[in-house]
């Protein structure tokens, strides 16, 4: 039996970056993962200029080392390709010079990025990091709650507890009472290729959505060495509706769709093609409770436009922290106390996860798509503007509104 103020169950991107943070603040803590590092994770890959932000909030240093390591791939922006195939470019940043400017997003295996923050955390003397430990158990009592693992080896008492264990986090549901809803959970398939053609000079990841697959998407993302990743995500309520194979679908798009023909004719696929869940934050939870908060994926934080986790589980890591530095201050470790948590999440994040479901909802409508896509592709200022709205919340907020597309429309 082992006590600890602070246990943090799951050490992903959320769990480790608020292990982190709670080590600046002098703030010891227990991180619990069953796997050992480095393993590997279903996932997009796609670091976000979010992703930078938060490495820097962790040490300014960071951004600089990921940068060094030959496991990634620096970004420049993103290619929204719409059904009727207009290419919209949206670049991180205006004008920029890969030659001389940071990057603001890179492309890495979560296999790599997940261990190059667990190296971080291995060098912290705050933080005791426990491998291969499945805990199985999670009891409440009067104090926090108790953990206790597969083999009843290893026994763990907590005033706090911070779930950050992904999206089938067995205490968010059966603790906090989060529940898997198909019209705000999305499911998604992944797969390596090497060798395959046309990928962007400057690494902008690739959205595509397909008549035929709508409103689901397929994307690539560009990976170092030659390989790529390749997947689709469609909200699980469409998929069961209309009984969608997804690894079906998937074959089908890259074997006969004109452009994917072409582009992997010489490709290899490199290994198996996984599937996972995406819990979108497409709406407003409860996230914590007397001694737990809820982290990233275990608090369905995911963009539901983009399917985004890795930035939104780092930065409700680092309030998780910083609440639980008040929470050991005040020894208050109670619902009511916790809800300052939620608040600071949301406060956050809500308004760019509303503007995504609204996002989302558009690709009912592929006609709309189609034309602000076209126009796009033909006038800089328009792009630019659409460019504008993916880093100003406050022009994003125009795409909710009917006059930006009417404006669009008939001008």
């Not at 490495?55 to 009727?84: C, V, Y």
């Not at 693992?149 to 989060?178: C, P």
Request: hydrophobic share 40%; with cysteine.
């Amino acid at each position: 039996m082992q006590h600890h103020k602070i246990c943090i169950l799951g050490a992903g991107p959320g769990g480790a970056t608020a292990a982190l943070h709670l080590a600046n603040k002098g703030i010891p803590c227990v991180l619990i993962d069953k796997a050992v590092f480095p393993r590997d994770k279903v996932c997009g890959d796609a670091l976000s200029g979010k992703v930078v932000n938060e490495l820097k909030r962790i040490n300014p240093e960071l951004p600089g080392m990921l940068s060094q390591t030959e496991d990634q791939l620096p970004s420049w922006g993103i290619h929204f390709i719409s059904p009727a195939g207009h290419k919209l470019s949206v670049p991180f940043k205006h004008n920029y010079d890969p030659a001389q400017d940071t990057p603001s997003g890179y492309i890495s295996k979560r296999v790599d990025f997940d261990n190059f923050l667990i190296e971080q955390v291995r060098q912290r003397p705050e933080i005791t990091l426990l491998e291969g430990i499945d805990i199985a158990k999670v009891e409440k009592t009067g104090q926090g709650y108790t953990l206790t693992d597969k083999s009843s080896k290893h026994q763990f008492t907590t005033s706090l507890l911070i779930v950050a264990n992904g999206a089938h986090s067995a205490f968010a549901r059966q603790e906090a009472g989060i529940k898997q809803e198909a019209e705000h959970y999305c499911a998604g398939l992944r797969a390596y290729y090497k060798n395959v053609a046309g990928l962007d000079q400057d690494n902008f990841i690739e959205l595509h959505f397909l008549k035929d697959f709508l409103p689901g998407y397929f994307w690539i993302f560009p990976l170092p060495g030659g390989y790529a990743n390749v997947g689709v995500g469609m909200l699980s309520e469409t998929v069961s509706q209309k009984r969608v194979n997804l690894k079906k679908e998937m074959l089908r798009m890259i074997e006969t769709h004109p452009e994917f023909r072409q582009r992997f004719a010489g490709a290899e696929l490199m290994g198996d093609i996984k599937g996972y869940g995406l819990p979108l934050g497409s709406k407003k939870r409860v996230i914590s409770g007397d001694n737990y908060m809820l982290v990233g994926d275990a608090a369905s934080l995911i963009d539901p436009f983009t399917g985004e986790g890795i930035s939104n589980a780092m930065i409700s890591g680092r309030w998780a922290a910083t609440q639980a530095e008040l929470c050991l201050q005040q020894q208050n470790f109670s619902a009511s106390f916790m809800q300052d948590y939620d608040k600071a999440v949301y406060n956050r994040l809500w308004k760019e996860l509303k503007l995504s479901r609204h996002m989302q909802r558009l690709l009912n409508y592929p006609w709309l798509f189609n034309q602000v896509a076209s126009k796009a592709s033909k006038n800089k200022a328009l792009a630019e503007t659409i460019s504008c709205m993916f880093t100003d919340l406050d022009l994003r907020e125009r795409l909710k509104q009917p006059s930006f597309y009417l404006k669009l429309l008939f001008n």
